[in-house]
C-alpha cells in the first residue's frame, strides 16, 4: 500500500468519487509512475469499468502488467485496441515488450519496429538490442583495387542522391544482408496462381521477352508490394520467384537496415541496394517494408523521414540504368502504413494480394511440405478441411509436430514409421493458426474506411467473406 501522503490524498479523492474519471485515471498514472504496480493495475481496471474503450487506460493496464511480467494478460488488455487501425504506438511497443517477454521475438521485432517508425521518441536502443542479436561479422564484398594512379576502370555503380558512402571512413557502407541462391522454383509454391502470373508477368516476361516489352516502352526492373496476413508466404513466394529467375536473391531484414545512429541507416540501405546491383540480376527482397517505408506523415522526426526519402531515391536510382536487373520485392502485414510515394510508377507500383490458402492451396501446401518425408497413404484433403484459416506458416507448424511425434514413435519401435493422415489431423488439433481473422478484420477497416484511392479494391471480395 502506498506510503505517499500525496497519493493518499488522491487516492481518498477517488474513494469520495468513484465515478470521476479523469481522478481515477490520474491516480492510476501516478501510481504507475511511482511503481505501485498491482495498485495501479487496480485502479486502471476500475477507470475501464467508467471507459471500456479508452486507449490511454488501456495502455496503462498494459504497462502495469507489462513491468508485473504478466505479459499474457498485458496482451490480452491490448488485443482490441491492435486490432484497430493506427493504435498508439506506446501500445505497439508494449505488446512488443510482452510478447518478447513470451519468448516470440519475431512478432515482438515486427511490434516494436512498427511502432517506433510511427514515434520514434519511443524507441529504446537496448530492448533492440534483444531483438536484433548482432548478426555475425557479414563477409564484405571487397571492391576490385584500382590501379595506383589512375581511376578505376570499371564505372563505380551510381550513388544516391542524399547519402555519399565515404569509402574508407568508419562508416564507409558495409550491407548486413547476404547474396544467396534461391534454392527454389515456383513449382514449390503451391496455389496462388493469380499471384504467380502477376509476377511472371511483371518480373519474369521482361526478362525473357525484353524485346517485346521494349516495343511498348517497358523495361524490366522496377518493384512489386507483396501483402497479405502473416505467414501466407511472401518470403516464400519472393524466394521462388528469383529462383524462377535465376536470379541472386538478397532478403533484407529490418535488422540488417535500421540502425539507432542518425544517417547509419540510410548508409545501410544505399549499401544493400549495391550489393544487389553488384549482383544482377537480382531480387531484391524486403521483408516488413511497412518498417522502412513508413508514411513520412505520420512521422515526428525528420530523420526518420529521411531514410523514407533515401529508399525512394535508390528506388528511383540516379540514372535510367541504376538498377537495371534490380528486382525489388517487398513484402508488408501492414500495406496501409507504406506511404503513397512508394506506389508512384517505377516504385512499388503494383500491390499484390498474397491470400490465405483456401481449401485446395492447403492441401497442395500440405502435399508440398510433406513430399520428402516417409509417408503412409494420405488424404491430404482431409487435413486441409480441418484446417481452415491456417496459412502456409501455421500447415509448416502442423507438419513439424506430427514429424516430431513420429520421430519419437520410429526410435521406441526402432525402425522409421511413415507418417499418415491422422498423425497430420492430430497434430492439427494442437496449433492454434496466426491471426488470419484478426488481420482480415482490420483490413476490412481500411478497406471500408480508407480506401478513397481505390488501393485495397483486390481485398473487397475477400473482407466480405466469412472470416
Ligand atoms: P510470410 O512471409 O507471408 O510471413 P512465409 O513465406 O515466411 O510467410 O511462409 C512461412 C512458411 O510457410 C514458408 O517457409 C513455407 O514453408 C510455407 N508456405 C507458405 N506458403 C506456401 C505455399 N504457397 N506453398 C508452399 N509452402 C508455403
Known sequence: MPDDA???ALREAARLSPDNLPLRQHLAGQLL??????????????ALVLSPKNPEIITGLAEAFVRQSAYGSALAALEPLLAEPGYPPRAGVLAARALAGEGDLGRAAYRYFEAISREPALADPEFAARLNPPP???????????????????????????????PGSPLAPQSNAEVQSSGLTFADVAGMEAVKEALRVKLLLPIQQPDLFAAFGKRAG?????????????????????GELGAAFVNVGLADILDMYIGSSE????????????????????????????RRSDMRQAHT?????????????VDQNANEGVLVLAATNAPWYVDAAFRRPGRLDQPVFVPPPDAAARAAILRILCRDKPLAEMDFDAVAKVTEHFVGADLKGVVDRAVEAKLQQSISAGRPIPLSTPDLLAAAQSVRPTAVREWMATARNYVMHANDSGAWDELMPWVKGKW
Not at 571492391?143 to 558512402?165: E, G, I, N, Y
Open 6 to 8: 500525496g497519493l493518499q
Open 33 to 46: 509512475a511511482k511503481g505501485y504496480l498491482a495498485d495501479a493495475e487496480a485502479e486502471f481496471r476500475a
Open 136 to 166: 555475425a561479422p557479414p563477409p564484405v564484398p571487397q571492391p576490385p583495387a584500382a590501379p595506383p594512379a589512375a581511376p578505376p576502370a570499371a564505372p563505380a555503380p551510381p550513388a544516391p542522391a542524399l547519402v555519399t558512402p565515404q
Open 222 to 242: 522496377g518493384g512489386v508490394l507483396l501483402y497479405g496476413p502473416p505467414g501466407a508466404g511472401k518470403t516464400h513466394l519472393a524466394r521462388a520467384a528469383a
Open 267 to 294: 548508409r545501410n540501405l544505399h549499401a544493400t541496394f549495391d550489393l544487389a546491383r553488384r549482383n544482377r540480376p537480382c531480387v531484391l527482397f524486403f521483408d516488413e517494408v511497412d518498417a522502412l517505408a513508413a
Open 305 to 317: 523521414r529521411q531514410l523514407v526519402n533515401q529508399f525512394l531515391a535508390e528506388l528511383d536510382g
